[in-house]
């Protein structure tokens, strides 16, 4: 493991003088907040990648549909959705056929709901590596979520297929698209942290997770459109950072006018306050994860 | 002076077992319960004067007080029994888990091997898990390319190199497991015990290995309880005992001296409280003694005669059929045998709650001269649960003699193997000598 990176350039450069005697690295006990060590991350960025490549392996070995998963699961939701919200119940849909309607927010809204459920079991479920071998701990959780944006790649492109079958057309609000995706993103990577190492110590996490992420989807406007409600409580309902999301992809994508800039400025803000706090609170967490797990 | 490679100054961690077990087992509910009746239970205690460490929260120091320095290009042997703290310490300088107080501090770029195998997935080809293995211990991706012919080479795999290792044997998973390990190249390499696998040849294969890193001028720390192996690859050991430094020194000067049990190992060990006698809930170890024939404890026992590995234990539940067993090491750390106890009158038979002690006895003239370790354990049956296994918890040594009467008979010079006993010899002779020219 490789380590000099994560220390401040002084140390690092020890090898250059007479003295030689700095050490690159100290071994002791730590109190309070530590730092992110995001260089040190950078550092086990290949790590990372090995992370993401074997959880893909492994997740569609010995399936007959591999990554056809990937697109089935948000069409079956999508179809179960336009039969009971869009015709049954005839939910408003701002205007877009219903189908499209809810695809669209069922991309990055299972993207955000399997990388939160990976991504809080991801200590766990490598807890015989947490106890043999030392990298950064966070590279789990990100490794976790990263594995899910191939997904999303997926039933992304199966969006532009149904986009190109009810013909709605692109216009130049796709570039602001990305940070959508970086919002759905950060918001699923705060959760996930946050639940991470609670997990470590309280398993309860693994069954309030599904419970979660159910409750939080009828609390995200995917089977209905946010304009149900009236304005100022349709900015106030950006508090749910999956809210931007969804509404921002509408936005980019279909030309929804529902996404204003304080509804998602508002879930930004409470997004990137989920992911901080949660990289914090993961990284304190960490010195005892190896004796806890 | 050489540099230094790592300074450790008062290491010591410490566990909470009480809260350690709560917490592995524990849930949400249990958690905010012990929360909200903590008050109360506080205040109980302080009006019965009762001491506020609950055995609930028992502290275990893992490790004390450990202070050494290591220079670089040195190979270190980390020498104690069981539970001396030398995993702690090895798990504490590989930054898996921090220290309770003390530093250390690493000169260099520093990689562990604290199993076999570490990050091996057995839904992935060898192929798969050369690279994931490698990437997880810390190689970067172009090293592995560049080294993978040598490591599928050194496994010996190459015709199973596209097989997910779920479908490989035990000794081709040790096999490339190590391959990877072995082909780390950091400047501080931290190893416990992975040579504890695999079959002799490959053992004897990953030692040369070894010495070859050694020689490398790379510094290394192995724990091993291998003494032969620390003597031979090691040019210095330490050895702790109870979480601190007992001993360290030229490697062979540390190992018989533990071996001759100034630090390690008598010829009897007492545990006068059971609950901190080591055992499990059936039955507890309350004293193992080596006993000559005529009764006494003994240090020293004479190659002729018998002597006895004594096994005093509580059962505290009754019902249980309960096997008593021990192991014999030599000091090369070969295990010489085990033995199990045979005695018919408890044999098979569900045992009464008391206090047992069952003896074995080894025969006179069967054991070499040199230091016996005794590992002693009781096993319940059916289902078979392991109450007690301590390692090396006595020692002996067993003396020669040069009278004529022992299987070395004439011959006054070194006597190698694990055992040594007498065998029958016999002669046949002819008086007519083939004169055939």
Redesign the interface.
């Known amino acids: 493991m490789e380590i000099e990176d994560a220390l401040p350039a002084p140390v690092a450069d020890a090898g250059a003088g007479p003295h030689h005697h700095l050490p690159t690295l100290r071994i002791q006990p730590s109190r309070g907040w530590s730092s992110l060590g995001l260089p040190e991350l950078w550092h086990h960025r290949e790590l990372l990648y090995f992370f993401v490549w074997r959880d893909l392996k492994v997740r569609y070995k010995q399936t007959a549909l591999g990554a056809a998963w990937a697109l089935l699961q948000p069409l079956a939701t999508m179809l179960v959705f336009s039969v009971f919200f869009g015709r049954l119940a005839k939910m408003p849909s701002d205007g877009i056929p219903y189908p499209l309607f809810s695809y669209a927010a069922l991309v990055p809204w299972l993207f955000f709901a399997n990388g939160l459920s990976q991504g809080a079991n991801s200590l766990v479920a490598n807890s015989h590596l947490l106890t043999k071998v030392y990298f950064p701990r966070l590279a789990l959780p990100i490794s976790a979520l990263l594995g899910g944006a191939v997904d999303f790649l997926v039933s992304l492109i199966g969006l532009a297929g149904l986009m190109a079958y009810f013909g709605v057309g692109l216009s130049s609000r796709l570039v602001l698209l990305p940070a959508f995706i970086l919002l759905a993103f950060v918001t699923s990577l705060g959760i996930a942290l946050w639940l991470a190492a609670i997990n470590v110590q309280f398993r309860d996490v693994r069954h309030t997770v599904p419970f979660l992420t159910q409750f939080w989807m009828f609390a995200t406007p995917i089977a209905y459109p946010s304009s149900l409600l009236p304005e100022p409580w349709r900015t106030v309902y950006g508090i749910n950072p999956m809210v931007g999301v969804v509404e921002g992809f509408r936005w980019a994508l279909l030309g929804v006018d529902t996404a204003p800039g304080p509804m998602v400025a508002l879930s930004s803000a409470v997004a990137i306050t989920l992911m901080v706090t949660g990289a914090f609170y993961f990284r304190r967490m960490e010195r005892t994860f190896a004796d806890v797990v | 002076m050489s540099?230094?490679a790592i300074?450790a100054e008062g290491l010591a961690k410490q566990?909470h077992i009480g809260a350690?077990q709560n917490?592995?087992s524990?849930?949400?509910?249990e958690?905010l319960v012990d929360l909200c009746t903590a008050p109360v239970r506080h205040a109980r205690r302080v009006l019965r004067r009762e001491s506020f460490r609950t055995p609930k929260d028992e502290i275990l120091w893992a490790l004390k007080d450990a202070s050494f320095d290591i220079r670089r290009g040195e190979v270190v042997g980390l020498i104690g029994r069981n539970g001396a703290g030398k995993s702690t310490l090895l798990?504490?300088?590989?930054?898996?888990?921090?220290?309770?107080?003390?530093?250390?501090?690493?000169?260099?770029?520093?990689?562990?091997l604290?199993?076999v195998g570490?990050?091996f997935?057995p839904?992935?080809t060898g192929r798969?898990n050369i690279?994931?293995s490698g990437?997880?211990?810390?190689m970067?991706?172009a090293e592995i390319q560049q080294k993978f012919d040598e490591i599928v080479d050194f496994a010996q795999i190459d015709r199973f190199l596209d097989t997910p290792v779920k479908h490989y044997s035990s000794g081709m998973y040790v096999r490339l497991a190590f391959a990877v390990a072995a082909h780390l190249e950091?400047e501080i390499l931290l190893i416990d015990e992975v040579l504890a696998v695999g079959d002799a040849r490959f053992q004897k294969k990953c030692l040369n290995k070894m010495e070859d890193v050694a020689h490398g001028g790379r510094t290394v720390v192995f724990v091993s309880h291998n003494m032969a192996a620390v003597s031979r690859i090691c040019g210095r050991a330490i050895l702790l005992d109870d979480g601190r430094v007992a001993n360290e020194g030229s490697a062979h000067e540390v190992v018989s001296a533990y071996l001759m049990g100034d630090e390690g190992t008598t010829a009897f060990r007492e545990w006068p409280h059971v609950d901190s006698a080591p055992g499990a809930d059936i039955c507890r170890l309350r004293a193992v003694r080596i006993r000559s024939r005529e009764g006494g404890v003994s240090e020293a026992v004479d190659i002729r005669q018998p002597v006895g590995v004594e096994i005093e234990y509580d059962v505290l539940k009754s019902g249980h059929q309960l096997l008593p067993h021990f192991y014999l090491w030599n000091e090369e750390g070969i295990q010489i045998l085990g033995s199990n106890d045979l005695d018919p009158k408890w044999r098979r038979r569900p045992r009464p709650a008391g206090r047992y002690i069952s003896t074995g006895w080894i025969p006179g003239n069967f054991l070499n001269e040199g230091t016996i370790l005794v590992d002693v354990a009781v096993l319940a049956i059916d289902p078979a649960i392991v109450q007690i296994y301590e390692r090396s918890i006595v020692g002996f040594q067993v003396v020669g003699s040069l009278d004529g009467d022992t299987a070395r008979g004439d011959w006054a010079g070194a006597m190698t193997g694990a055992v040594r006993p007498i065998f029958e010899w016999t002669t046949q002779h002819s008086a007519k000598v083939a004169t055939t020219a």
Not at chain 2, 26 to 29: N, P, S
Not at chain 2, 93 to 100: A, M, V
């Open positions: 540099e230094i300074r566990y350690l917490a592995r524990g849930t949400f509910r958690s798990r504490i300088l590989s930054r898996i888990t921090e220290p309770s107080s003390g530093f250390a501090d690493i000169y260099g770029r520093i990689g562990s604290l199993e570490t990050g997935h839904e992935l798969e690279y994931l990437a997880i211990l810390g970067r991706k950091p």
